[in-house]
């Protein structure tokens, strides 16, 4: 799964400093939440065969189920399965083709607890029949963060009431939401083959998992499709989707490679999703095993509770993915990682499954970690090295996630364990490790893994063993400390050269609390503008290494593959700054030297010339970060860019560097630079670019950004419309909150957070009573919904609104409007 609420939080810009990073605290003692064990197996699933029809007005799915199962180690006569409110028609065992009623207890409405009458041995198969009616719309469920409902079966738009708006079903199981629409163990150690016949309106088009084997005519407009799957997988991974969508037919080495969309996106098909044959084929020779599916389908559904979902051989994406040919003209590889992350998983998720939640991150730490493998191999080294860059500094920034394990057995819900820990930091640990062994034997150790495991489970310690039989080493060290473990090194960096004895020493000191960690790494000393490589193990809370050299090195580069994850204080004075953008050979290299020059651009001259190179970097997204990181309102660094900024802003061809020149053209609010933004805004085919510009014009003249914005309302791609909400919240008042507020109102699941910003920012100048009640009522619907409130946004929102209520003093509403806000923090602080 692609948790997209992560990639949306603030404070994740391309280069945070590492110094601002929170530093991990000691764990408290004694876990406050439950141990969480790995389900016991009683009886196992064999074959999920369902029957299904829908009800569209009342938004309920009439199923019959025939599942086969067996004891797993002892005889049983008793079977548990979950299912979340249903109504249960009936419940036998079956005899042939002969039903024998079974007695059944469902008084919780959520265990479905069979008497099977008899005894069956360990092994033995046994078929129970159920028929009955999911309700998903009535269930009282609660989701996540990642994952903001756990309802399992979704109508979309059933009744055609919203005009434009498709019809649409579609499925979500994990974690465990495909007991929402039928009875089954619904836990991810359990493995099951499935067949699924849905009888659905004529018009539409269907997907399952596994291959369509039927398509056969069901009465007056309707018709029942039957797919199947011989391989066995976790019932989670089970979906299905009805709809009006087009078919895009695309083969990788034969097996059907298909695209599902709307049909106002079909024509784009092969541009949003045609690098996935690609992708198939490089990571089935990069992990000796080939695709281990029939066929993979992706289909982007309306709606969607997340950003998407691997379920096998048929991922279902959120309409984010979705582009038309002008959005695709700005799309970057952060957002087609998400195909990648989502093809990954059906090797390292599907193939093989965490046996528990618990080791969710077998999961989500590999499909994370193969985003940045893809964009290694298809766009270079410094695009992996600047995905995985930003995706560790998420983790490093992060407040409430750092004192988490990787792996860990309490929580207080599975749905507690995505994170930036199961995701972001786990990836970056793939990635130490594969630093550490090598790629031959790491990508071994994969094969290995995945092969032991094939249509099972696995936990980190399979992996571990997987990479010790590969290598020949003990990494008991490594699982203990990353993923055992909670936290990560924090350190500090000092060096010394002895002109007499001609060596240079190191000095890494760690200052987390806690035992230190044990670290791996390459020192590279420079000399004569040659690197000597020297491979060291820090085993102690303070250690220094030494390097006999023939002359002072120009550059001491700690960590030269850049890889570690931890937070660092490096004495590295400017000069060797200034020689590491220049010598050294990885993106991160260059991003530090980035950092610590912007930290010294208003001061030192040798730090804004560090500045101005990154302007004109080889990789653009250095080339954003240096844009973004100027101090403009300083006298010398503002004589020092303009020319440059000015001069790439013509010359520039990446749309979102452009924008970057574009915006801190805008910082300047120079009037000679109106005609330039202008004409990027009228005749720039980006989006991206044309939302920079109004930007930009909206600081340089005001008003005529605010006229100009009114003419984009209509139809405005994501980049545009994300502009005029920043110069309507920044200019616009009671005339432009109605765009505002519609815009909010349309949104849905994660897409809503994209307006907490404009919502707030324009709070203060809406002196009209309905206006300002109207915003209000959505900001503390924000603040009080509970995946936000896990960080912090209650806090954000009354702070918010103190602001807005200040800024109405000596308008005429200014009472009534000041009352609404009071009233507001008082519901939102009482808030549970």
């Not at 979340?84 to 059944?104: C, E």
């Not at 046994?126 to 269930?139: G, N, S």
């Not at 920034?397 to 930036?420: A, C, I, P, W």
């Not at 120079?670 to 991206?688: C, F, I, Y």
Request: glycine letters at 6%; charged letters at 20%; one cysteine or more.
């Amino acid at each position: 799964m692609k948790y997209a609420f992560l990639a949306a939080l603030p404070g994740c810009l391309l280069l945070a400093a590492v110094a601002q990073a929170q530093a991990p605290a000691t764990p408290p003692a004694a876990p406050s939440s439950p141990y969480r064990a790995s389900a016991t197996k009683i009886n196992d699933l064999v074959h999920t065969k369902l029957a299904v029809r829908f009800d569209y007005a009342k938004r309920y799915l009439y199923g019959q189920e025939w599942v086969t199962l067996k004891p797993h180690g002892y005889a049983t006569d008793s079977l548990r399965l979950d299912a979340k409110g249903m109504d249960i028609k009936t419940v036998a065992l079956m005899n042939g083709s002969t039903q024998q009623p079974l007695k059944y207890d469902y008084s919780d409405q959520a265990n479905l607890r069979i008497n099977l009458g008899k005894l069956f041995k360990p092994g033995e198969q046994y078929i129970v029949y159920i028929e009955y009616t999911a309700k998903p719309d009535e269930l009282k469920v609660q989701g996540s963060a990642a994952i903001t409902d756990a309802k399992g079966l979704y109508f979309v738009n059933p009744d055609s009431t919203v005009k434009g708006k498709p019809v649409q079903v579609w499925t979500q199981g994990e974690t465990e939401g495909s007991s929402a629409w039928f009875p089954t163990i619904d836990r991810p150690n359990q493995k099951t083959t499935e067949e699924i016949a849905m009888t659905v309106p004529a018009k539409y088009v269907t997907l399952s998992n596994g291959r369509l084997v039927s398509q056969t005519p069901a009465g007056p407009g309707l018709r029942t499709d039957t797919w199947k799957m011989d391989d066995p997988h976790a019932p989670y991974l089970f979906m299905m989707a009805v709809g009006d969508f087009k078919i895009y037919k695309d083969t990788w080495r034969g097996k059907e490679v298909n695209y599902y969309l709307e049909p106002k996106y079909a024509p784009f098909a092969k541009q949003i999703f045609g690098n996935t044959p690609d992708m198939m084929e490089f990571y089935s020779k990069r992990l000796g095993v080939e695709y281990p599916w029939n066929k993979y389908a992706q289909i982007v559904a309306r709606d969607y509770v997340s950003g998407a979902m691997e379920n096998t051989t048929a991922t279902l994406h959120g309409e984010q993915v979705q582009m038309t040919d002008k959005e695709l003209i700005d799309r970057e590889y952060s957002s087609e990682s998400v195909i990648a992350h989502e093809l990954f998983h059906q090797w390292f998720g599907d193939y093989v499954t965490a046996e528990s939640w618990s080791n969710l991150t077998v999961n989500e730490s590999m499909a994370d970690f193969s985003e940045g493998l893809y964009a290694e191999y298809k766009y270079g080294q410094d695009a992996a090295d600047a995905h995985n860059y930003r995706y560790a500094q998420r983790y490093l920034g992060s407040k409430r996630d750092v004192t988490k394990n990787l792996v860990r057995f309490h929580y207080d819900s599975q749905e507690d364990m995505f994170d930036l820990v199961t995701y972001q930091k786990g990836g970056a640990i793939v990635q130490m490790l594969r630093t550490y062994l090598g790629d031959d034997v790491f990508f071994a150790g994969l094969q290995k893994y995945l092969q032991d495991n094939k249509f099972g489970n696995g936990e980190a310690h399979q992996m571990r063993l997987a990479m010790e039989a590969v290598s020949g080493k003990d990494l008991n060290w490594f699982y203990n400390q990353w993923y055992y473990g909670a936290g990560h090194p924090v350190v500090s960096i000092d060096y010394a050269w002895d002109a007499a004895a001609k060596k240079q020493s190191v000095t890494v000191k760690q200052t987390q609390p806690g035992q230190p960690f044990q670290l791996p790494f390459t020192i590279d000393y420079y000399v004569n503008g040659k690197p000597v490589h020297q491979q060291v193990t820090m085993t102690e809370a303070t250690q220094t290494f030494t390097m006999p050299l023939a002359a002072k090195p120009n550059l001491v580069n700690v960590d030269a593959d850049k890889t570690l994850l931890w937070q660092k204080t490096d004495s590295k004075p400017l000069a060797e700054v200034a020689y590491q953008y220049k010598y050294a050979p990885r993106f991160v290299d260059r991003a530090e030297a980035l950092t610590a020059a912007l930290a010294q651009q208003t001061t030192s001259p040798a730090a804004r010339a560090v500045v101005m190179a990154t302007l004109q970097d080889k990789f653009y997204q250095l080339r954003i970060a240096a844009a973004e990181g100027l101090k403009l309102d300083n006298k010398d660094v503002a004589k020092a860019a303009t020319p440059t900024l000015r001069k790439l802003a013509t010359t520039e061809k990446e749309p979102h560097a452009l924008a970057a020149m574009l915006n801190a053209l805008g910082q300047l609010k120079d009037k000679k630079d109106e005609k330039l933004v202008a004409n990027e805004l009228a005749g720039n085919p980006s989006a991206t670019v044309q939302g920079a510009a109004l930007r930009a014009l909206g600081s340089i003249n005001p008003s005529q950004a605010l006229a100009k914005a009114k003419a984009y309302e209509v139809d405005a791609p994501g980049a545009l419309t994300s502009a005029m909400l920043s110069v309507y919240a920044q200019q616009g008042g009671s005339a432009q909150w109605a765009f505002i507020r519609d815009r909010f109102d349309a949104a849905t699941g994660q897409s809503k957070f994209r307006y907490i910003g404009p919502m707030t920012q324009v709070l203060g100048r809406l002196d009209d009573p309905k206006a300002f009640s109207e915003d209000i009522t959505r900001l503390q619907q924000l603040a009080t919904t509970p995946q936000l409130k896990a960080y912090g946004i209650d806090k954000a929102m009354v702070s918010a609104l103190q602001k807005g209520a200040e800024a109405q003093k000596g308008k005429p509403n200014a009472a009534q409007n000041q009352a609404t806000a009071e009233a507001a923090i008082q519901a939102i602080q009482a808030a549970k």
